[in-house]
């Protein structure tokens, strides 16, 4: 578990480390990791009494240098606060677990992935018949000018 919650942490940084200039307000209370390319370290042996020297893995922050401007979706504080609550509603983790995964902040990563989606519940529904209708008649022909993830989703 001790591994798990590093590997958590140091996404956590990242995501942090990215969103930091952009909304400084979403990362107060979190501290990231600050090494020369903003990357983190996970440290794992064996196990206790096992006679296997610690290994420490180095995961470099491979979007520290990154050309593109990072950008965040208008609707971001919104979209973090429904996530959370969404996936802290299956009671995957213990407590300590479920700390960890939030300081993960996948919601966060979301609204960095999608800067220009828009919250269109009637679009969103629309793209979601279309991908079932995908798995359902996947030998169906795409119609001219259906959006491309009925496609994706047939592949």
């Known amino acids: 578990m001790t591994t798990f919650t590093s590997v958590l942490d140091t996404l956590t940084g990242w995501i942090t480390h990215l969103t930091t200039r952009l909304v400084p307000s979403l990362a107060k209370g979190i501290v990231y990791y600050d ?22 893995y180095f995961i470099p922050n491979t979007l520290a240098t990154l050309p593109w401007p990072r950008r965040l979706n208008q609707h971001c504080p919104e ?3 429904e996530s959370a609550t969404w996936i802290a509603s299956f009671n995957a983790f213990n407590a300590k677990g479920q700390e960890s995964f939030d300081r993960y902040q ?8 999608y800067p220009t989606v828009r919250k269109d519940e009637r679009e969103v529904r629309n793209q979601k018949d279309v991908m079932m209708d995908a798995l359902r008649t996947p030998h169906k022909l795409r119609p001219e000018g259906e959006w491309i993830g009925r496609e994706i989703m047939r592949q």
């Open 79 to 81: 979209v973090v606060a």
């Open 106 to 113: 996948s919601g966060l990563l979301g609204c960095l992935a």
């Open 35 to 56: 090494g020369p390319t903003a990357g983190g370290s996970v440290n794992a042996n064996a196990g206790r009494g096992h006679d296997k020297p610690l290994q420490k």
